[in-house]
């Protein structure tokens, strides 16, 4: 459906726990979602016992917060040691910060006292990181502790199977022992390099299982070949091993897929947006707390920078153009005035370096982002989000939409202030095709990873790129 390949992936940069991975049958797994939690609860309580000699009513309740707020914990096995330090380091300055908030505007925090809070706030973050490098090291152990590995065969050695034999053999913790791939097609048609052998035939599938002990197997067999399933799956009923079905549909790079029911039936999410149910009432609250204090912060440069453009050049002090929103419905953005015309109509010739449209005091609010700061306006009117997909000019959707594969997808949800592209080395003119695919790129992995922690990571990376980036005109 959509093809899309950034080579900075949100979800390597930020993996999510997966919650189907919690089981009695996954002692690591389990480990991997406690660990965080428990350390930061645990040096909550040392704190408070090395100062006060015991833990109090107070420390109990909000460790119970806390606990609440951080668990499960978040996936962070496999990403390496910088990684680590910056993803412990983004969570805990966010629980922090909420946390420190929440105390102010209650009064609460009266009940705390300054010296366990302020061994607290670094013994969190520096004991978290040890412990989950600690089970780094002991990750091999705790998977021996469950037994031996699960002999896991493959049936289909098609796109998708391919995909997901790739994915097993990769991961670094995991107790799949990929056998082998069952297809009965002619091996001429069939990509074996570098993967397991072909044990044999599809009807010789339930013998195969047999001899070989098979626990695991994916079908990795086409939606359209639905007889055949009914039979594999009648004649492996003869067998102990687990099934799972990979249905061809993930070829189609899902964004945010879902399984969920419709009317009682089940249905899996080709295509969604991120923020529905719980995660759409986080983006909103958090876009607004932010744009708050941003604009609280910012307002003597607010009427700086607009009593100076409407001092050193004719027009208007705020620019009003027709971007696309939400669901692809109209909006206005609003931006400080940076060129001698507004243009809105059906023809927008995008601002290039040494534009003569663009007025003195207009190349610098360009160049260092100044001219979105009443887009923060936008984001209280809900029109806008922080983070999230650049809006474009109408008539430039208009011709890319029809240019480049999975465009409109952007617009499930709100355009932001900045963006995963932007961050990425996407900021400013896109001149080229190229340059636009790759926009779009980083626009839809942004949709398939979001998580607040990714949205906090962008607006800290928009804070110092700007300073240096020369790429807006």
């Not at 507004?342 to 663009?358: C, L, Y």
């Amino acid at each position: 459906m959509f093809k899309s390949s950034p080579s900075l992936s949100a979800g390597a940069l930020f993996k999510r726990s997966d919650p189907h991975l919690l089981g009695k049958d996954n002692l690591l797994s389990l480990f991997e979602v406690s660990v965080g939690p428990l350390t930061i609860v645990l040096s909550l309580w040392f704190a408070a016992w090395y100062f006060d000699g015991e833990v109090t009513a107070p420390y109990l309740l909000l460790s119970v917060l806390v606990f609440a707020l951080t668990f499960p914990g978040k996936s962070r096995l496999q990403v390496s040691k910088s990684a680590m330090v910056a993803n412990v380091a983004i969570d805990w300055a966010f629980i922090a910060g909420l946390l420190i908030f929440i105390g102010w505007a209650t009064r609460y925090s009266r009940e705390f006292s300054d010296n366990i809070i302020g061994l607290w706030l670094w013994l969190a973050p520096t004991s978290e990181l040890a412990a989950c490098l600690a089970l780094q090291k002991a990750a091999p152990w705790l998977l021996k502790l469950q037994g031996p590995q699960q002999r896991t065969l493959i049936v289909g050695m098609n796109e998708q199977g391919l995909a997901l034999a790739n994915k097993i053999m990769a991961a670094r913790y995991t107790r799949k022992e990929l056998i082998g791939f069952v297809d009965s097609r002619e091996t001429s048609r069939l990509n074996t390099s570098n993967m397991p052998p072909l044990l044999g035939k599809l009807d010789q599938l339930a013998s195969l299982v047999k001899a070989r002990h098979i626990q695991l197997i994916y079908l990795s067999l086409p939606m359209a070949s639905q007889p055949r399933i009914l039979k594999v799956l009648d004649e492996l009923k003869d067998t102990t091993a687990s099934v799972y079905f990979v249905p061809d549909m993930f070829v189609t790079d899902l964004i945010q897929g879902q399984q969920s029911t419709v009317c009682g039936m089940p249905a899996i999410s080709v295509c969604e947006s991120p923020f529905k149910g719980k995660n759409g009432f986080i983006k909103r609250i958090s876009d607004v707390v932010l744009s708050l204090l941003i604009l609280t912060l910012i307002s003597p440069l607010l009427v700086a920078i607009a009593i100076a453009v409407k001092a050193t050049s004719p027009g208007p002090v705020i620019f009003k153009q027709r971007r696309y929103g939400l669901d692809g419905q109209e909006i206005l953005v609003y931006k400080f005035r940076s060129m001698t015309c507004t243009e809105d109509g059906n023809h927008i010739q995008q601002a290039q370096k040494n534009d003569a449209r663009i007025t003195p005091l207009g190349a610098f609010l360009r160049r260092s982002s100044l001219d979105e700061l009443p887009q923060f306006v936008n984001v209280l009117q809900g029109r806008m989000s922080i983070v999230g997909p650049r809006p474009h000019a109408v008539a430039h959707n208009e011709l890319y939409r029809k240019l480049v594969k999975g465009y409109m997808v952007r617009h499930k949800v709100k355009p932001g202030i900045t963006g995963w592209a932007q961050v990425c080395g996407y900021r400013g003119e896109t001149d080229t095709l190229e340059k636009m695919q790759g926009r779009i790129d980083f626009d839809l992995d942004y949709l398939r990873n979001w998580s607040l922690q990714l949205d906090l990571h962008i607006i800290l990376k928009t804070v110092r790129l700007v300073a240096k980036d020369q790429k807006a005109y």
